[in-house]
């Protein structure tokens, strides 16, 4: 039967077809991914938690779940690009104390709080002005002031005062969320929204970076919002009616807000959109699971024809070893192996996956071979002098082989599904993105216990649907290329 | 006869195997192993004791010196590793005792860092867990299958068919975690895995129990009753039920007197081989998930504290209970299906 | 007809299959076997029809394999089976394997080198009774035939088409262009069958077994395959040994008769001596279960002179084989009774080349095993 025809035959059963279907999306997706992306640095990237911050929100359900969405505010402040507003000038000795506001005034329109607010707040200051004092403030819909940095001195010419990184390099917004909570800008948020709000409990659940939109209830306050910035510092000389504030002082705000939902699948709880991490471990589930079945089918079933050809003890012998090393439990053996060399490399897993898998055929393919062997036709091949190895590859393979290819299509869930299982045992490769890994992530950081279904639901869906996809072609495939074999 | 006796044979030699590659794998580890357990002997027999409290310091660390030389010598542990090798899996076959770096009893002798014990006291735990799950199984599946098999390609072999798919796709353990959510933090029917229970107090384990057991059996069934549904196929066409057919039977009848008959050494089998089969696959991690104490969340809690002592036990006993049933099994076979008894 | 060249001799051939063994054997130290042939002597001559005829069971297949070397050597017990190939053939396997020639013959056993083994293969060949299973499913016809020549090195491929060509052509299946290219599965039985013929001729051998190759024909087509098989021994002067349980149909096509019981010849001679004038036992029950070709008769319920089954070829009655089943043992004077208890009856002469196994025949005589 030729591939055309047999492609035919699955395409009949309504199983066969959306195997196939499924099969063919999965596979370009696969492709796609790796030759449309920087494939290699994408899955670095998503292996390291600590390259997600401030990316996308974190432990996001995906946003068809969520009836409604908060509001994206992406505000970039520089004062120095600002009409300021002067608030106070006057003389005090030989000193000029100002005080100055910067503000700006935007409107928060979500119905939903947002998951938590990335804040980046840097100040430039000359270093002969005296008693420098920063203050930020949001002034809520509901008239009430949220401190967002309490009147704070600063010492130093250029300080990032919230945010990640100094010195060198530019700075990064930080999410309010993961501030301790002794942090000042944490406290002092928290203590200007306390009054409001009440419930204590509700104050550390929802954090700062949700507390600066929230009113009571923990409910989101629509409207329009102020940010101002004020700077209070004196100059020594005169007040003089220069209004060029900014070669005193300037400070560059970065405010955003990270939505209560993320695209299709949410997000975990490093702020990793679950969907790109399905679509990055795709590749890696055919890699594995068709490097163990090729290899087991190829090996199992070479060995099963040819301890159908041997004879006497021969054939005792190889069906003692096949018995012997079926009888070898897998996963504790791969626990060891993992655990004791402690190379977590993948080649090394699959590669004793292989040792181990590969007497699944024997016992099937050996009797079939046998059967094969008692054909009149083999007899008639060897009386006009066909040899052993002529017999075996033209005769007896050729018969064998399109149930091998079932039989691999058949075992291709099994190591996806023992390497999900080391994964989730902490014993997996950590260069390679799997969908077990990620479920153990989300086993991890208690995504079950915090109710983030999404950042396991997907994954093991999506393990699930790969595996169907060949059983389901498999059982296609099966009654079309097995031969009637009598059991016993 | 015959068969049985090779099965017997195969044990040992499986053991054998196993044993030597674990061995082998962690001999080195072991040696570190053993060369502590020196250290905190010396430590004891020397350093601490009364009797050489007033001795000078470096007196004391010569007679350590000596003492060290000394068992590394009694332990054998200045042999070539394919010495240590056999040394090490001979403990092993006689369960010479190996304590644990982290992990401890709870139940037996609670407190106790023997790795052997540690491993025991959570045996029962699987075995009540996986057999009442296969019983139950059983009681599902046996009707489903004859259900399925009464009319190939009806819905009832369609749902199957697509169940027992489904089921072997998902990581059990994977299903637990859903299973948690949806009951008890979604709906709040069964208490959390993260609640305390008395594992010596039957009745709260047996309410812990309830989710684990439906999870196992929700997943096991499909499989099953597929198998069942192509057993009693297979036996369908065979040509003694096609008489019995044409002798005017009624199908219940055939059904009952024939083919259950024929069928039930393979069903049985096929049951408890799953069953004894999730002890040494990933099934068995559905139990850490679960916060179930019994040998799966041993698994993780051995790997999760690198407690090798204690993955080397726990490999070693799961591996022998495995052997130890399959044999059981074969033998359980043999005795039901008269067909492999007279040849 | 045939010559008087002798061109396969068989001596005391036997094939004895070991069987698994029971623990209770194996401490015993009992090994079992199933005795398939139990000391077959005979010598077909160029040109000759060989008949094997007997029960099913009895070792027929056996025999015919064996002497085509299809049986492994380890289960040869006992015997030689000598081939004398074509001058050519004997060339090369002296050449190659000089240990296995004897005199023009080449002892089949003790071949061991491959080249030497070809010659053989290609002398010898063989055509089965099931035209269903002797041909690769997988495999077009042509490629069936082709098949030989490949192996043997025919490396020219018009050649091989030429040959193809005349083997269909030989065997009826005409025009060849037809059917070369159709899978077996499209072909009848009968139309198999000449093919598994083509592809035993396309060699060019002197020497073929046809194993009941009509068995499971129908009855219209039979005829059709053995004129073919008839024709090749006149055209080309092969010899055939024809095994059958048919002996009506033995006697049509047969020179030669020989009528196994349990792994051992019972009877040997010229086939309507054999057929019109039985001596042994067996063979008169056999004759007697023949149906009658007279239809006036048809319905007379005859007497088929023989009792019991078949025994197991594991357990051969010691003496005779035959005596649990025979009747002229029941009749027979307490001196031959004796005999048929205790020792194995040789081939004894009743005639022009006709030779009986029974003690009924040995009285007068000494054992004289056919040369
Ligand atoms: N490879 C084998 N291993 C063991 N026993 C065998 C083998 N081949 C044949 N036998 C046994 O040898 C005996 C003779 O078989 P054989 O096929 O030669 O009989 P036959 O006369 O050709 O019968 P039929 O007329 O049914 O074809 C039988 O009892 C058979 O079971
Ligand atoms: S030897 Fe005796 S038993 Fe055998 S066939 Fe002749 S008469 Fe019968
Ligand atoms: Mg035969």
Redesign the pocket.
């Given at each position: 039967m030729s591939a055309a025809e047999i492609l035919r035959e699955i395409w009949r059963c309504w199983t066969g077809r959306i195997a196939l279907i499924l099969l063919i999306i999965q596979l370009c997706l696969a492709v796609w991914v790796v030759v449309s992306t920087d494939y290699a640095a994408l899955s670095r990237k998503y292996l390291d938690e600590t390259a997600w911050l401030g990316e996308y929100p974190r432990a996001v359900p995906p946003c068809w779940a969520v009836p409604h969405h908060a509001d994206i505010i992406q505000l970039k402040l520089n004062t120095s690009t600002m009409k300021p507003e002067i608030v106070e000038k006057r003389q005090v000795g030989r000193y000029t104390r100002y005080v100055v506001k910067w503000s700006y005034q935007f409107e928060y329109k979500g119905h939903a709080l947002p998951s938590d607010t990335l804040l980046l707040l840097v100040v430039k200051r000359l270093p002969d002005l005296k008693a420098y004092k920063l203050e930020v403030k949001l002034l809520r819909p509901d008239n009430s002031t949220v401190a967002i940095l309490a009147k704070t001195p600063i010492t130093k010419e250029y300080v990032v005062v919230v945010g990640i990184g100094g010195a060198k390099g530019k700075p990064k917004p930080v999410a309010l969320n993961t501030l301790p909570s002794d942090d000042p800008v944490y406290r002092s948020i928290v203590d200007s929204v306390s009054p409001l709000i009440g419930d204590e409990k509700l104050l550390t659940e929802l954090g700062p970076g949700k507390l600066l939109w929230a009113g009571r209830g923990g409910k989101a306050l629509l409207g329009t919002y102020e940010i101002s910035v004020v700077a209070s510092f004196y100059v020594k000389g005169q007040p003089s009616s220069d209004t060029n504030l900014s070669k005193y002082t300037s400070v560059y705000l970065e405010m955003q807000t990270l939505g209560n939902c993320y695209g299709l699948m949410g997000t975990d709880s490093v702020g990793r959109p679950i969907e790109l991490g399905i679509l990055i471990g795709l590749p890696w589930s055919f890699v594995i699971s068709f490097y163990v079945t090729f290899l087991t089918t190829m090996i199992g079933g070479f060995y099963g024809i040819l301890a159908a050809f041997a004879s006497g003890w021969r054939a005792e012998l190889l069906m003692r070893i096949a018995d012997t090393v079926y009888s070898i439990p897998l996963l504790p053996i791969l626990i060891v192996v993992v655990i004791v060399t402690r190379s977590y490399s993948i080649w090394l897993i699959l590669t004793t996956m292989v040792a181990l898998l590969w007497v699944g055929p024997v016992v099937v393919v050996r009797s079939m071979a046998l059967q094969i062997k008692s054909q009149p036709y083999i007899e008639a091949a060897k009386a006009i002098g066909a040899s052993n190895a002529r017999i075996l590859f033209r005769y007896v393979l050729p018969q064998i082989l399109p149930y091998l290819v079932a039989l691999m299509v058949l075992g291709i869930p099994d190591p996806i599904i023992i390497e999900a299982a080391l994964a989730f045992l902490g014993l997996s490769d950590p260069t390679v993105p799997t969908w077990g890994k990620m479920l153990e992530w989300a086993w991890k950081e208690h995504a079950v216990l915090n109710g983030w279904w999404w950042s396991f639901l997907f994954p093991g869906l999506a393990l699930t649907v790969f595996c169907a996809t060949f059983l389901m072609l498999g059982r296609a495939l099966e009654p079309i290329v097995a031969p009637k074999l009598k059991s016993r | 006869m015959r068969w049985i006796i090779s099965k017997l044979l195969t044990i040992p030699i499986v053991l054998l195997v196993v044993i030597l590659i674990l061995v082998s794998l962690t001999s080195s580890i072991l040696d570190q192993i053993m060369m502590k357990q020196i250290e905190i002997e010396i430590r004891r027999s020397v350093i601490t004791n009364p009797q050489y409290a007033n001795l000078p310091m470096e007196q004391k660390m010569k007679i350590a010196e000596r003492m060290k030389e000394e068992l590394i010598k009694a332990l054998g542990l200045d042999k070539p590793w394919y010495v240590k090798v056999f040394m090490y899996a001979y403990s092993l076959l006689t369960f010479k005792p190996i304590y644990a770096r982290v992990l401890t009893t709870r139940i037996i002798d609670p407190g106790s860092p023997n790795a052997y014990l540690i491993v025991l006291e959570r045996i029962p735990f699987t075995v009540v867990l996986f057999t009442t799950s296969a019983i139950i199984t059983l009681c599902l599946a046996i009707p489903l299958g004859l259900l399925a098999a009464r009319k190939p390609g009806g819905l009832i072999d369609k749902i199957i068919s697509a169940w027992s798919i489904f089921s072997i796709s998902m990581p059990w353990w994977w299903v637990a975690m859903v299973m948690i959510w949806l009951f008890c933090y979604e709906w709040r029917i069964f208490p959390g895995p993260e609640h305390e229970t008395d594992w010596a107090n039957p009745i709260s384990v047996a309410q812990r129990a309830a989710l684990p057991v439906i999870t196992v059996v929700m997943m096991s069934t499909g499989v099953v009753a597929y198998r069942i549904r192509s057993i009693l196929l297979d036996i369908l066409t065979e040509d003694f039920i096609t008489t019995a057919r044409a002798k005017g039977l009624p199908e219940r009848m055939i059904l009952r007197r024939y083919v259950l008959r024929v069928a039930a050494p393979p069903i049985v089998t096929i049951v408890l081989l799953s069953i004894v089969l999730s002890i040494v696959s990933g099934a068995i991690i559905t139990e850490a998930v679960f916060n179930w104490y019994g040998i799966g969340l041993l698994f993780w809690d051995a790997v999760v504290a690198n407690d090798i002592p204690v993955v080397l036990v726990l490999v070693y006993i799961s591996t022998l209970l495995y052997l130890l049933t399959r044999f059981a099994l074969d033998i359980l076979y043999t005795y039901l299906d008269p067909r492999i008894r007279r040849a | 007809m045939p010559s008087t060249e002798r061109l396969l001799v068989v001596e005391n051939l036997k094939v004895w299959?070991p069987v698994r063994r029971s623990l209770a054997d194996i401490i015993r130290g009992r090994r079992l076997y199933?005795r398939?042939?139990d000391g077959v002597s005979f010598t077909i001559s160029r040109g000759e029809i060989f008949c094997l005829a007997?029960?099913?069971?009895?070792?027929?297949?056996?025999?015919g394999k064996a002497v085509l070397r299809l049986i492994d050597p380890d289960?040869i017990r006992d015997g030689r089976v000598l081939f004398r190939p074509s001058d050519e053939g004997l060339k090369i396997v002296k050449s190659y394997d000089p240990g296995a020639v004897e005199g023009e013959f080449v002892n089949v056993y003790k071949v061991s080198d491959k080249r030497a083994l070809k010659v053989l293969r290609k002398e010898m060949q063989v055509v089965f009774?099931d035209p269903f299973g002797s041909l690769n499913p997988r495999y077009r016809i042509r490629q069936i035939l082709e098949e030989p020549l490949i192996i043997h090195g025919v490396k020219d491929q018009g050649e091989r088409l030429k040959r193809v060509y005349e083997a269909l052509e030989a065997v009826k299946l005409v025009p060849p262009e037809e059917f070369m290219n159709r899978y077996p599965h499209q072909l009848s039985g009968g139309q198999r069958q000449r093919v598994a013929i083509a592809r035993a001729l396309i060699l060019n051998p002197s020497f073929i077994v046809a194993?009941?190759p009509v068995s499971m024909l129908d009855v219209s087509i039979r005829a059709e395959i053995l004129e073919i098989l008839l024709s090749l021994r006149d055209q080309y002067s092969i010899s055939i040994m024809f095994?059958t349980?048919d002996l009506a149909l033995a006697k049509h096509i047969c020179d030669t008769l020989a009528i196994?019981y349990l792994?051992k010849i019972v009877e040997i001679g010229p086939a309507e001596k054999v057929i019109d004038e039985p001596k042994h036992p067996y063979t008169k029950a056999l004759i007697a279960a023949i149906p009658e070709p007279d239809p006036r008769n048809r319905l007379k319920v005859r007497e088929v002179p023989i009792k019991g089954e078949v025994p197991?070829?594991i357990n051969i009655p010691a003496g005779c084989r035959f005596r649990p089943r025979c009747v002229a043992y029941d009749s027979a004077s307490r001196d031959v009774r004796s005999l048929c208890e205790s020792r194995e009856p040789g081939l004894f002469r009743v005639g022009d080349r006709h030779y009986v196994s029974c003690w009924l025949y040995g009285g007068r005589s000494t054992p004289n095993p056919r040369p």
């Open positions: - | - | 299959f199933v398939a042939v007997g029960e099913s069971g009895c070792g027929k297949t056996t025999t289960f009774q194993d009941e095994i349980h196994m792994g197991s070829a």
